[in-house]
C-alpha cells in the first residue's frame, strides 16, 4: 500500500511539472508576441523559478538522495536480487546485474552469499551446477562489450567450489554495493553539471537578449526622424 501511494505522488509530480513548464511556454509565447511588461516580468520570474528548482534538486540528488528516494539501500537490493535474478519476465534486471558483476569484477550485493537463498538457486531457475552466475567468474572475455551476456569462465570448476581457498581466485568475492554506490553519485554529478551548463547557457542568453532589446529601443527613442520624414510622395505631390 505505502508503494502504491509513494508511485501516485511521484505520479502526481511529474503531471504537476509538465503543466508547470506548458504554462511557462505559453507565458513565453505571450510575452513574445504581446510585447507586454507583466507577462515578460512574469516570464521571467518562472524561468528563475524553474532553474533554481532543477539546480535544487539536483544538489538534493547528489548530496541527500534518500529524500528524492533514490538513495541505494542494501535491503532493497539484496531482495531485488534473491527474487528476479533469471527469473522469466526479469530479464532487464538479471543483465544489468551480470552487466555490474563483470564490469566492477564484484559477485552479488554483498557478496556471492546473496546467491545462497535466491530464488535462482533454490528453484532451480538456472543449472543445478551452478553456485553463483558465471558473470562472478573470472573470464576469458572479459574485455569484450558483450561478455556479461556470455561470460567465459576461466575455469569453471574452482569458480563453482565451496571452499572459499579455491574459488577465491576464479571467482569475484567482493559486493557489487560501493561500486554501484559510486556509479550512482558519479551519474548524479554528471547531471548536476549539465543542469549548471544549461543555467549558464540560459542566464546568458537571457542576458544578451535583454541587451538587444535595450539597444534597439533606444535607437528608436534617440531616433530624430520619424515616418513622416521618409515620405517622399508628400513632399513632391
Request: charged share 15%.
Amino acid at each position: 500500500m505505502g508503494t502504491r501511494k509513494l508511485g501516485i505522488s511521484r505520479a502526481f509530480v511529474c503531471c504537476s511539472n509538465i503543466i508547470f513548464l506548458a504554462i511557462t511556454g505559453l507565458l513565453g509565447c505571450w510575452a513574445a508576441c504581446l510585447f507586454n511588461r507583466c507577462i515578460t516580468i512574469s516570464y521571467l520570474l518562472t524561468i528563475i523559478l524553474l532553474l533554481l528548482g532543477e539546480c535544487t534538486v539536483c544538489i538534493i540528488a547528489v548530496f541527500w538522495p534518500h529524500i528524492l528516494g533514490i538513495d541505494v539501500r542494501p535491503a532493497r537490493l539484496i531482495r531485488a536480487l534473491q527474487r528476479s535474478y533469471a527469473v522469466p519476465g526479469r530479464e532487464q534486471f538479471t543483465a544489468a546485474l551480470d552487466l555490474a558483476q563483470t564490469i566492477f569484477t564484484c559477485c552479488g550485493i554483498n557478496g556471492s552469499s546473496n546467491y545462497g537463498t535466491s530464488w535462482w538457486r533454490l528453484q532451480e531457475v538456472g543449472r543445478r551446477e551452478l553456485v553463483v552466475p558465471l558473470s562472478c567468474c573470472t573470464l576469458n572475455n572479459a574485455n569484450e562489450t558483450s561478455s556479461f551476456l556470455n561470460p567465459e569462465p576461466a575455469n569453471l570448476t574452482l569458480c563453482q567450489a565451496l571452499n572459499p581457498a579455491e574459488h577465491q581466485y576464479a571467482r569475484h568475492t567482493m559486493g557489487c554495493l560501493e561500486h554501484i554506490e559510486k556509479w550512482t553519485q558519479d551519474q548524479a554529478l554528471i547531471l548536476l553539471a549539465i543542469v549548471l551548463v544549461v543555467m549558464f547557457v540560459e542566464v546568458h542568453d537571457n542576458r544578451r537578449s535583454k541587451s538587444q532589446a535595450s539597444t534597439f529601443t533606444s535607437t528608436q527613442t534617440l531616433s530624430p526622424f520619424s515616418e513622416n520624414d521618409h515620405d517622399f510622395s508628400k513632399q513632391f505631390s
